[in-house]
């Protein structure tokens, strides 16, 4: 019988002190990806287009692209760029056209992206990413 108690107490002392561990139980969280898309607008000389003012869904207020060009979105979202004091691009003169192009990190334009203008209209950008638009111009990139 004593035996059989002792193991028993033995058995209850293991089971309360197996929760009293020494709290090690470190690991590792992957960071959370929230689809933020980072793209760049530059001109026909790959210099970047700074200070365009833009708004995507997601932002409360007007943003401007950074000093590379920089500009973030999350996916399928829309956002609106304002061209103003640009020439646009559809005189096709060199010497007046001021082109844009939507590129990613690696300089890849990004082909195939819906747009529509306000002065310019419908369209999809160009292979190199480039897209036509007009002289002060507001479009939509339906991203």
């Known amino acids: 019988m004593k035996k059989l108690i002792g193991l028993v107490f033995a058995g209850v002392a293991v089971f309360a002190l197996s929760g009293c561990g020494g709290g090690n139980d470190?690991?590792?969280?992957?960071?959370?990806?929230?689809?933020?898309?980072t793209l760049f607008l530059?001109?026909?000389?790959?210099?970047?287009y700074a200070g365009i003012p833009?708004?995507?869904?997601?932002?409360?207020?007007w943003s401007k692209t950074?000093?590379?060009g920089e500009f973030s979105f999350y996916p399928r979202e829309n956002c609106e760029f304002d061209f103003l004091d640009l020439y646009g691009n559809y005189a096709n003169d060199p010497?007046?056209?001021?082109?844009?192009?939507?590129?990613?990190?690696?300089d890849y334009g990004k082909g195939g992206i819906p747009?529509?203008?306000?002065?310019?209209?419908?369209?999809?950008?160009?292979?190199?990413?480039?897209?036509?638009?007009?002289?002060?111009?507001?479009?939509?990139?339906?991203l």
């Open 42 to 48: 530059i001109d026909q000389n790959g210099d970047s």
């Open 95 to 106: 010497l007046v056209d001021d082109i844009v192009y939507i590129v990613d990190d690696l």
């Open 54 to 61: 833009y708004k995507c869904d997601s932002m409360a207020d």
């Open 26 to 37: 470190y690991y590792y969280e992957e960071p959370i990806n929230d689809g933020l898309t």
């Open 66 to 68: 950074a000093y590379n």
């Open 115 to 142: 747009y529509e203008c306000v002065s310019f209209g419908v369209g999809t950008t160009d292979g190199d990413g480039s897209f036509d638009y007009d002289e002060n111009d507001e479009c939509v990139f339906y």
